[in-house]
């Protein structure tokens, strides 16, 4: 397809359990974001990747959440021990480069958390 | 105070008006804008995008920035009730990492 990928769709996890969420974007696409979005909060920034560095992970939560990027491509989030207000949409979009360049998502993992 | 102020509705329309979707923000540094259609259950669905002030339009959309008044506004014509959704107004600063900052979303009806 040509738009960015997520799998899975939805996920339910117990507290406590580890989950990996994955990412694939936009073929040509170098930029990569990942955002979270919930009732409370709105669409929240996570965290950027230009290639396979992340020079901005200003918004993940703790330090229960990972992100990494291989081939500059494929993205996985990783959140350990998940806690109940985890349980959000987590959604990730690409960019052909970062800043001005505009931003498609995907549809999102939705995650609840038991 | 939210960097980005968006009235989130909801917002009911008959079939065939005009609709006006607004945000305020308050960082005099945000240089671009975009506007985001979200259908139940998706992702956001980008609909314009602009990094001046000044009017914008593209097909039965019309997207206006006013960088002196910190306000942008989306305008639908002939709304549809294809149209009823989510919309997100997003802004971004620094050219370094492309992070948006999203406004809380309007969820708009069209009623036939």
């Known amino acids: 397809g040509a738009g960015v990928s997520q799998s899975p769709s939805n996920k339910v996890t117990e507290k406590g359990k580890d989950v990996e969420l994955r990412c694939d974007p936009i073929?040509?696409?170098?930029?990569l974001y990942w955002y979270r979005q919930s009732l409370g909060q709105g669409l929240e920034f996570l965290i950027y990747f230009q290639g396979n560095s992340a020079p901005d992970k200003s918004g993940l939560p703790s330090d229960r959440f990972s992100a990494e990027r291989t081939g500059g491509s494929v993205s996985t989030l990783t959140i350990q021990r998940t806690q109940q207000e985890d349980s959000a949409v987590y959604l990730c979009?690409?960019?052909?480069?970062?800043?001005?360049?505009?931003?498609?998502f995907g549809d999102g993992t939705r995650l609840s958390i038991l | 105070q939210k960097e980005v102020e968006q009235d989130p509705g909801p917002l009911s329309v008959p079939e065939g008006a005009i609709v006006s979707l607004n945000c305020t923000y308050s960082n005099s540094a945000f240089q671009y804008f975009m506007w985001y259609r979200q259908y139940s259950r998706k992702g956001p669905e980008l609909l314009m995008y602009t990094y001046s002030s000044g009017n914008k339009e593209d097909g039965r959309f019309t997207a206006q920035v006013d960088k002196s008044s910190k306000y942008i506004s989306l305008f639908i014509r002939d709304s549809q009730p294809s149209d009823s959704a989510t919309y997100l107004c997003?802004?971004?600063?620094?050219?370094?990492?492309?992070?948006?900052?999203f406004g809380q979303g309007t969820t708009l009806q069209v009623k036939p």
């Open positions: 073929s040509g696409h170098t930029a």
């Open positions: 997003a802004m971004g600063v620094s050219s370094n990492t492309g992070k948006l900052i």
């Open positions: 979009a690409s960019s052909l480069d970062r800043g001005y360049q505009p931003q498609h």
